[in-house]
């Protein structure tokens, strides 16, 4: 069996047979895995009591639960890199597991398409096939002759039984997919950026036919025209699924099953994640009314043992009434969930005209971006940039704040316009040696602590989560926090590059809706269509239908009405 390590597919066994047709799954076994009455605790954290789940062959299954509460340690256990304390973890040992997670190992020394076939059986026989190759053309090993010949028999036969030589062509389909054009794909993995790294491991998890897929957070690195494609490939493979996603339509389309760890139990609802949504706000209110129920009677009964208790007549009652209160399982109230709301300040008034592009030529070498385009952004529009991947969407944006100069054109900023710029690299700015709090504080020093508080819970830094260390923050706390900080005095213009990458449903929710109210004028670039049918009132679409040479097509109306008219959710993917 394979190691497992970073995001690597791990692979327990590798006896599937490959489609040679399409990339496919075929499990042949009963792929399921069970967890029997599991207890986990790391020193006072519990996660995980008397806790049971099954997984079962061909299931698409969403595991929802709040940050921290033991989603990545169920994968851990499944993949055999951490035991449970009590309770049982049922793997068959024939069955395969692969796992795309969040922490890319380091990549180099391969091209892109190598490292993607890299880490499986079929992999490795792919490779052995190519040094076996080069051994046999070698004069110096000319000895060897019988022993390389014989062995790269064995090692053809197998690997043209596991349908290897379709896998070229089928690692070429699945990272074009994934947004790789073919000078990526031949090109040395080594220089990617952690973003493309992590597609390159997708890729490798995807390519390694598994019986079951674990996948945690695959959209995160995505644009919209890499997610619309997984989720397709993904719904239309027979192997098992378990995932997490912060992206609700991408858990709608995929999950037949919902999986909540919740108090240390797991909890499964039978449907997608708006049915779970629904299910579970009817039971935890259900709940809250059997627990106003039992309250009323736990309080009548001990009415009439206060009030009998000195009464020798009634002593007997009384002390029958006592025990079977004792006896009585108590009812606890469902952990509330409710998102804070934030009631942001209106910005101030801008003039009519936001950002004026006028005859905006871009180029990066002898890549066109841009050849003559006009934009002129009018106050209260929201506008939604979409376009392929390399059709210039970030360029724009950065354009429009002022953090890049166009090759020719000019680009102005209207009167009285106050403008917020969130990026990625605006998490930079976080300065490490202060906690959350002490980063607010610094930023405004005017604002009350309550203020600043109450703004940071609905940013989900509640109590004393304020006191972390920025240094110690993950990607999406340092983008809550980032977000944080630009809305408590909102500018009138808002030029946002992603900025629900990483956050949870809840925060974005809560976004979409504090934005849904927002009164100045935005420009945005997402991969999360709950946002773009949220907020988007005019959508730009750059390089057309054929790429980037193609002229930017405007659609006056919002995101759902270019859906309707285009035909498509992204450019280039039909529904």
């Known amino acids: 069996p394979c190691s497992v390590s970073q995001t690597r597919c791990a692979v327990r066994t590798t006896d599937s047979v490959a489609d040679t047709r399409r990339l496919s799954f075929s499990p042949k076994l009963v792929a399921v895995i069970a967890f029997n009455r599991i207890g986990k605790q790391y020193g006072r954290q519990v996660l995980f009591v008397d806790a049971s789940f099954q997984l079962n062959p061909g299931e698409k299954v969403g595991l929802v639960g709040p940050n921290g509460s033991g989603k990545t340690t169920l994968f851990r256990m499944i993949v055999g890199e951490e035991a449970p304390d009590d309770g049982t973890v049922s793997v068959p040992k024939k069955l395969t597991v692969g796992y795309f997670r969040q922490d890319v190992e380091e990549m180099s020394g391969r091209s892109v398409i190598d490292e993607a076939i890299a880490g499986t059986r079929l992999g490795a026989l792919h490779h ?28 053809q036969e197998e690997y043209e039984h ?80 378990l995932m997490t996603s912060h992206d609700r339509d991408f858990m709608n389309r995929i999950v037949s099953r919902v999986a909540e760890i919740d108090d240390g139990e797991i909890r499964t609802y039978s449907g997608n ?31 009439f043992i206060d009030r009998f208790a000195s009464h020798a007549a009634k002593a007997a009652q009384v002390q029958s009434r006592v025990k079977a209160l004792d006896k009585i399982e108590k009812i606890k109230l469902p952990k509330q969930r409710r998102v804070v709301k934030f009631n942001f300040q209106p910005p101030p008034r801008s003039g ?47 354009l429009i704040a002022g953090a890049l100069e166009p090759d020719a054109g000019s680009v102005r900023i209207g009167a009285s316009v106050k403008m917020g710029y969130f990026a990625q690299q605006a998490l930079q700015i976080l300065d490490p040696k202060l906690t959350v709090e002490e980063q607010m504080i610094k930023d405004f020093p005017q604002e009350s602590i309550g203020v600043l508080r109450t703004l940071l819970g609905a940013f989900q830094f509640p109590g004393d989560e304020t006191d972390k260390p920025i240094r110690a923050l993950s990607g999406g706390e340092r983008t809550r926090l980032v977000l944080a900080r630009m ?13 629900t990458n990483h956050l949870d449903l809840a925060t974005k929710e809560m976004l979409i809706d504090a934005l849904g109210d927002f009164e100045g004028t935005m420009i945005f670039v997402s991969h999360d269509r709950s946002f773009l049918r949220g907020l988007g009132s005019r959508v730009l679409e750059l390089g057309g239908e054929s790429g980037t040479d193609s002229q930017p097509l405007v659609y006056p109306g919002s995101y759902v009405d270019y859906v309707a008219r285009s035909g498509h959710e992204a450019p280039g993917v039909h529904n």
């Not at 040094?131 to 090692?155: I, S």
């Not at 030529?361 to 002129?376: A, F, H």
């Open 273 to 303: 994640y708006d049915f779970y949504e629904r299910e579970r706000a009817l039971r935890e209110a259900n709940r809250e009314a059997a627990h106003a129920r039992q309250q009323a009677m736990l309080a009548k009964e001990q009415r």
């Open 352 to 398: 009519d005209d936001v950002a004026i592009l006028e005859g905006i030529d871009k180029r990066y070498g002898s890549r066109v971006i841009y050849d003559g385009l006009n934009l002129n952004v009018r106050r209260g529009e929201r506008w939604a940039v979409m376009g392929r991947n390399g059709a210039g969407k970030t360029t724009l944006l950065r």
């Open 487 to 499: 809305l408590l005095h909102p500018p009138n213009f808002l030029v946002l590059d992603e900025p």
């Open 162 to 241: 596991l349908g290897g030589y379709a896998l070229v062509s089928q690692a070429r389909e699945v990272l074009h997919g994934l947004g790789f054009d073919d000078e990526q794909i031949d090109g040395d993995v080594g220089a990617l950026s952690g973003g493309w790294k992590m597609r390159v491991a997708m890729a490798r998890a995807l390519l390694g036919k598994p019986d079951v897929l674990l996948m945690d957070e695959p959209t995160n690195h995505l644009d919209i025209e890499s997610i619309l494609w997984l989720e397709a490939f993904i719904t239309s493979l027979p192997g098992a699924l």
């Open 128 to 155: 052995e096939l190519d040094d076996l190759q080069h051994a046999l053309a070698d004069p110096a090993r000319a000895v060897e002759l019988d022993r390389l010949l014989a062995r790269f028999g064995e090692v």
